[in-house]
């Protein structure tokens, strides 16, 4: 019969380890319970020996692993394997069936290495563990939870739902940058195009048909002299002004790859007069939500802080957290340091006071990022309906003006000739 190496704890929080013979990990995690222990990691026996002599024999098989799968396929994953779960099929053999039924690609050969993994010995969590690129820390430490409390399709539906709601709410906020990017790019290029293409003609017409440009008027002069600046050195100025918004989109990008730019980026982030409001909802929502699932998961605080932590996507509320984490550690409450950093406002700190006190930090953590989602989505659509006007407007004086400069010269003309 199998041996099964675990960890526990004990009624009064000591933790012990031990060995236990048992047919299955399930079977194993019932027994340490009857025990009067609450087990916090139950493994097979000597299965990373096993693990380590499949790899080696398959060696070439693990090629073409490496690559990022979508969230939503991730997330339809995640709810399949739920509801087999919820069947009550082995864990090997509803992943053998998900594994036929994706389509060529990364993801089949990944779910075909996790079941290997799972005959070698391993656990899910741990057979996922190896692939981050498709399941992150969050949905492995979800997993790993759910096979210690023997619920493992009530935590892969979590997951779904979460994954779900996250996809939502990036899909929102990228949906509400795009229509402004594309109109201010399309405007970008047309006035670009005008000062290269019309003004230069429009230029040469009006120096022949006037006293020189001392006779033009302030306006057309200085259009004219920008013209003539974009067309210099061959073009190359031009040239330079075209692709500055690209580097400037690179440069924010490698900014990115440093804590210390991270920070300062997302400290701007929620200061912007339109954004800020926005860029807060979300990141708040996306963090309480995170934690929830977690805790709701039995993670226990410490590591559900870490984890929120490590894919809250915004350094701000990230170096919150470990604040917050460094406090509980030294036995004061969540909401104390949370209401010190002032990152959040007083309902937030209020609603994760009363979820201690009465032992629901879960729900109340998810009611705040279900009304800050709401709030997210009141806030796309009063900011959309505000930027369409405004970059009609904006659009308007652009073009405006350059014709306006072009036909004021001839409108002088016209009043000198009658």
């Not at 580097?247 to 912007?272: C, E, H, P, S, T």
């Amino acid at each position: 019969m199998p041996v099964f190496q675990y960890q526990a704890l004990d009624a009064k929080g000591n933790e012990s380890k031990g060995q236990i013979e048992a047919l299955s990990n399930k079977e194993a995690i019932s027994k340490i319970r009857n025990k009067g222990l609450f087990p916090t990691k139950v493994r097979a026996k000597n299965a990373g020996k096993k693990v380590k002599v499949a790899k080696a024999a398959r060696g070439p098989k693990r090629r073409g692993a490496g690559g990022r799968v979508k969230l939503k396929v991730v997330t339809q994953f995640a709810r399949q394997m739920s509801t087999l779960q919820d069947a009550g099929l082995a864990i090997l053999r509803s992943l053998r069936i998900l594994e036929e039924q994706q389509k060529n690609g990364t993801f089949k050969r990944v779910i075909g290495y996790v079941a290997d993994d799972i005959e070698g010995g391993e656990t899910l969590s741990e057979a996922m563990a190896k692939y981050p690129r498709c399941f992150d820390r969050l949905f492995v430490n979800m997993v790993a939870a759910g096979e210690v409390g023997g619920v493992l399709d009530v935590i892969l539906s979590r997951v779904a739902d979460f994954m779900e709601k996250s996809e939502k709410l990036k899909a929102k906020v990228k949906g509400a940058m795009v229509y402004p990017a594309v109109v201010m790019s399309a405007a970008f290029l047309i006035v670009m195009g005008l000062m290269i293409f019309i003004v230069p003609t429009f230029a040469e017409v009006l120096a022949d048909m006037s006293d020189g440009k001392a006779s033009l008027p302030g306006l057309t002069l200085a259009l004219m002299n920008i013209s003539e600046w974009l067309l210099g050195r061959k073009g190359l100025n031009a040239l330079i002004v075209i692709v500055c918004p690209f580097i400037l989109v690179v440069l924010l990008k490698l900014l990115r790859q440093f804590q210390k730019g991270r920070y300062a980026m997302d400290w701007i982030k929620l200061r912007l007069p339109v954004i800020k409001q926005l860029s807060y909802k979300t990141t708040v929502a996306r963090w309480t939500r995170t934690l929830a699932t977690l805790v709701s998961a039995g993670v226990p605080i410490l590591e559900a802080i870490n984890i929120t932590r490590d894919t809250s996507d915004n350094e701000i509320y990230a170096s919150m957290l470990n604040k917050v984490q460094n406090s509980i550690r030294q036995g004061d409450t969540f909401a104390n340091p949370l209401r010190q950093s002032n990152t959040v406002d007083s309902i937030v700190v209020n609603m994760v006071d009363v979820g201690e006190e009465t032992g629901d930090l879960d729900k109340m953590l998810i009611k705040v990022a279900d009304n800050f989602d709401e709030d997210s989505d009141v806030l796309v659509g009063s900011l959309m309906s505000l930027l369409e006007p405004v970059m009609i407007i904006v659009l308007g004086i652009l073009v405006g003006t350059i014709v306006l400069a072009m036909f004021l010269p001839m409108i002088k003309m016209i009043e000198v000739l009658m």
